[in-house]
């Protein structure tokens, strides 16, 4: 039985896999995943407000 992916598992020892093709990943993994991008959202957004309301406060002290 092949897993989802089209992936064939082949081990060699209990501890490592090696696999050919793409496995499905974990859910653990995906939730990770995407808890480290919102946090770089988050503070990429953040950079991005700074910015504006610095470049809208020097707009406003130049007049």
Known sequence: ???AGK???STTDRK???SSGNLPIPHS???NARGVICIINL???AKIYMRLKNFKYRLSKSY
Do not use: D, F, L
């Open 1 to 3: 039985m092949i897993p």
């Open 7 to 9: 992936a064939k598992i």
């Open 16 to 18: 490592t896999i090696k």
């Open 29 to 31: 993994e995906k939730a």
């Open 43 to 45: 503070c990429w957004s």
